[in-house]
């Protein structure tokens, strides 16, 4: 009873609680589907006898020597079998809380999952963190196995009765099972054909189910995806070695290296004991390429297609699972391992902290071991990568506390943006025109410096408010002063923007080019835009570095929202305004703003008094004439 050996086999990880009989089944559908070696049976049979037990098809995992040791499963096994119709493996996961690591392990390798419940024991927590981790990992092809019916009596009303409790939570995961099989893996039932001892089951074996399952994409119909783990050079020839993660590529291809975003062409695949040179490769093969011309490139960059490039930030987002024994905690930093790419990362918050055994959630500031949550990331230095249901090869990550793998993660990129391409300059032909009248002459003629004071907070926070007034108290005391306002930007200079999180980052770019003219031209500039990503400041600070001062509107989400001057909050929380900031957005606070002015318990005049202080200080001429500074 044997399949083609091309056809590739489709990975099982097998999951449940601790002493649900995952091992008891592995075994029995191994001996029922005759895949077993010559002798196996016949020795598990005499082992058992010996024991004076009924025969424990468990002991055919007798690999594990452990295991039967201290009853506990603690390592993945990978165990191949088949059925008339295709070839599996078997990933077989411990239940052990303990080993979760190798459960997770096991389940991000795999296409399919049984989930195994013990009839008599019921759901247990493990039983609902392994399904919670399945659906972490985007396994979406789930048959659940309701084993050890016998001890039920092979009763329909238990089996109906879990049948609606793992169906309901599986559904408030968004996963929905395959089959739900009532099975007794000891007596065979249910595995292979439909189980006799349990008439009122009109529903396919476990096997059938399995057989059902839908082969996974391959990785080469995915984008390219080729990790760069190093960089040889032999005769003259500079080769990019690294295994192609997903997609193929071609001699001739242009391609696009991440994040350093330079395109260069492959001149040639080169390939070992071969006859002749290599035309193409494809995911799954480690290869070496050499370039059409020499760019320094660096293990941990990406290599990719430009049509189809990964994601290019510092800043992402992820459900991760916490094993470390300490617990995670906010502004903690961490190495992460992604694809080759190793940085070091910063928690910069904790979202939501899940609770597996009912699916509610908090916030908090720390997970601890064992925990599952949604986290915010930040890197000093841009990382290529991929959301995870987009690519599983490169959306999923590991961190590092130390020498110790303390967890691992998917990434969503849920309300921030592509960070490629903010930088570049694809004008070609222009030269910078040097002005006759220099900054010092315009400061002298206007009694104060050019400059930006860039407003930043949420919305609600008294930005634009405050930015009024300040123009009107400043223009009343001689100066050249000039309010750039988000929503009036956006009747002209943004008007073909809309509030996507790649047009935000546009329309901030804008305003910041445009708030530099002014600032050049000796205009003291006050911008009130809520600009949610640092990463955004960041970049205004760098186009005009000298003249930028970061202004932090600081109020809580709660102040802001009883303020709602807008009636934006109450849209966003009705779900009429999407991806709006501070409820279904990110807003990043400023870690180091020249000035923090906090409006929660203050009045707008009070605040202006403080911005004005701080504008004399350091903008005015006068003062600074008269020894002010």
Known sequence: MHVSSEIPPLKLVVVGHVDHGKSTLIGRLLHETNSLPDGKAEAVIAMSERRGMPVEW??????????????????????????????????????????????????????????????????????????YILHLLGVRQVAVVINKMDLADYREERFQELTTEIRTYLSELGLEASAIIPVSAREGQGLITAPDKMPWYQGPSLVQVLDNFTPPILPTERPLRFPVQDVYKFDERRIIAGRIESGRIHTGDKILISPSNKTVTVKSIESWNTKAPALSASAGQSVGITLSEQLFIERGQMISHESNAPFETNVFRARIFWLGHNPLEVGKRYKLKLATNEQMVEVQSIEMVID?????????????????????????????????????????????????????????????????????????????????????????????????LWLTGLSGAGKSTIAIELEHQLFAKGYQVYVLDGDNVRFGLSSDLGFAPEDRVENIRRVGEVAKLFASAGVLVVTAFISPYRADRDRARSIAPDMFHEVYIAADVATCEGRDPKGLYKKARAGEIKEFTGVSAPYEEPVTPEVTVETADRTVNESVAELMAYVEENFSMVKRNAGGR
């Open 356 to 452: 597996v055994e009912n699916l509610t959630h908090d916030t908090g500031d720390r997970l601890e071991r064992n925990a599952i949550g949604e986290v915010t990331l930040r890197a000093r230095a841009m990382l290529a990568l991929d959301e995870f249901s987009d690519n599983p090869k490169t959306g999923r990550f590991v961190l590092v506390d130390g020498y110790d793998t303390v967890g691992g993660g998917t990434i969503f990129m849920e309300g921030y943006p592509d960070q490629r391409s903010r930088t570049d300059v694809r004008s070609t032909n222009i030269t910078a025109v040097e002005h006759r009248v220099t900054p010092e002459l315009r400061a002298h003629a206007n009694g104060h410096e050019g400059g930006v």
């Open 58 to 131: 468990a002991f055919v995992l007798d690999a594990l020597q452990a295991e039967r040791d201290q009853g506990i499963t603690i390592d993945t096994t990978q165990i191949f079998f088949n059925t008339e119709k295709r070839n599996y493996v078997i990933i077989d996961a411990p239940g052990h809380k303990e080993f979760l690591k190798n459960m997770v392990s096991g389940a991000a390798l795999s296409d399919a999952a049984v989930l195994v419940i013990d009839a008599k024991d019921g759901m247990q927590e493990q039983s609902r963190r392994h399904g």
